[in-house]
């Protein structure tokens, strides 16, 4: 891949939560228009997802009025993924919901030995393993819905097992699920999403970056975080490649994935 600037590994993060998001959308059976420029559903979002994801720095003015002129015909939508923090949320009748931070970690710094590398059928990975059935799904949304992201609807349908580029991962203890998190594939990268444990960890997120690291070998991974996740993310390797915001409309509340 070549050495890139932190814009670029930026773009390429976004790009790959775009990715996760189309992945989304189409499980649900919901329609969404993609360019260079912005992801833009058609529809109504799931919780957890945004309607609008920016792909392009320079593309401000462009997604400006793909927003304003959405807002016309629909009224003030939302959230917004404002994956470079350069959208004028005043003027879009929005707000911040929160801040974070773009997160990369080259393929070279992974090292996982050949025997522990994550077979794609029925292989563990020290204690991980891949949801392959709806029951196994079922018991991963229950896990991470009770571990810190409620909801009374279901977020990944069981449409979300016949995607490949879509892996769900949970490690059990005791026949149940306490820790998880999603891999999504993207051409270039693989994304780290949704890491939860049902335990306080201080190494979850280092736990789940070696089981992700392992379904795609020296791919590059990405994602985003915030907060006690972001810490976590750079005592495990990770750094910081740029700043994004959600974006929600004025006294609304919902969290984005």
């Not at 799931?46 to 720095?57: C, H, N, Q, S």
Request: aromatic share 8%.
């Amino acid at each position: 891949m070549g050495v890139l600037s932190a814009a670029a590994k930026a773009r390429l993060a976004a790009q790959n939560n775009a990715d996760l998001h189309a992945a989304i959308f189409k499980a649900h059976g919901l329609r969404f228009h993609r360019d260079d420029v912005a992801f833009f559903g058609l529809d109504e979002p799931p919780p957890y997802y945004a309607r609008l994801v920016t792909l392009d720095p320079g593309a401000s003015a462009q997604q400006m009025a793909c927003l304003m002129a959405a807002s016309s015909e629909h009224g003030a939508i939302g959230p917004v993924k404002d994956s470079f923090s350069q959208l004028n949320a005043a003027q879009l009748g929005m707000e911040v919901l929160f801040e974070a931070s773009w997160i990369w970690r080259t393929g070279d710094c992974v090292k996982v030995s050949p025997e522990l590398q994550m077979d794609m059928g029925d292989g563990q990975l020290n204690g991980w393993s891949k949801a392959q059935t709806a029951t196994d799904l079922f018991e991963w949304h229950n896990a991470w819905s009770c571990s810190g992201s409620p909801t009374s609807e279901t977020i990944f349908p069981r449409a979300c097992l016949a995607d490949r580029t879509l892996i769900f991962l949970a490690r059990r203890s005791a026949g149940k699920i306490d820790a998880g998190c999603i891999a999504n594939l993207s051409d270039r990268t693989i994304g780290l999403s949704n890491v939860f444990s049902t335990q306080a960890q201080d190494t979850i997120f280092e736990e789940a970056a070696t089981v992700v690291a392992s379904v795609a070998p020296n791919r590059p991974i990405v994602g985003y975080e915030s907060g006690a996740h972001f810490a976590m993310a750079l005592s495990a390797g990770f750094e910081a490649v740029g700043a994004l915001r959600v974006l929600i409309r004025t006294h609304a509340g919902s969290e984005v994935k």
